[in-house]
């Protein structure tokens, strides 16, 4: 496998893994190839740094980066999931992995009308759906059944 940095018609740069050389040159002939801003196919290698390898390893490996700095604060989105993740604990029942039982016996009427939120396989939800029970997925699990 090798990393390209390319560059588009609309000067874009991004980069691409690839088999070989002659499988990006194959793929870009055939246009196959698009810039990850743009679309455009007319696409480019890019001038880049070449990467060495040496057969001397370090005294100490290299730290691992930090995913964020603790002190950056949380941005929209994140604070807003948050907020609907309160809400959603707050307000409704979570019932596991019992989530298309309960949600079609409160659409039928044999269970009490209330909020529920858990968990379900993709065919279930899916039948759920085409049943017209009201259902819609939450962008975030329950706190005990993250990795």
């Not at 907020?83 to 596991?96: I, K, M, N, P, Q």
């Amino acid at each position: 496998m090798i990393q390209f940095t390319l560059k588009c018609a609309n000067d874009h740069r991004f980069d691409s893994w690839f088999q070989s050389g002659a499988a990006f040159e194959k793929l870009r002939a055939a246009q196959m190839v698009g810039c990850a801003v743009c679309g455009s196919t007319d696409v480019n290698k890019a001038m880049m740094a070449p990467r060495v390898s040496t057969v001397e390893t370090p005294d100490t490996p290299p730290a691992k980066p930090k995913l964020r700095d603790p002190a950056t604060p949380p941005s929209a989105a994140e604070q807003a999931i948050a907020a609907l993740r309160t809400y959603v604990e707050t307000h409704s029942d979570y019932v596991g992995g019992n989530f298309a039982t309960e949600a079609r016996a409160i659409h039928t009427g044999d269970a009490p009308q209330r909020l529920i939120w858990g968990k379900t396989r993709g065919d279930e939800a899916k039948k759920l759906i085409e049943d017209g029970v009201p259902i819609a997925p939450l962008p975030f699990t329950p706190k005990g059944e993250t990795n």
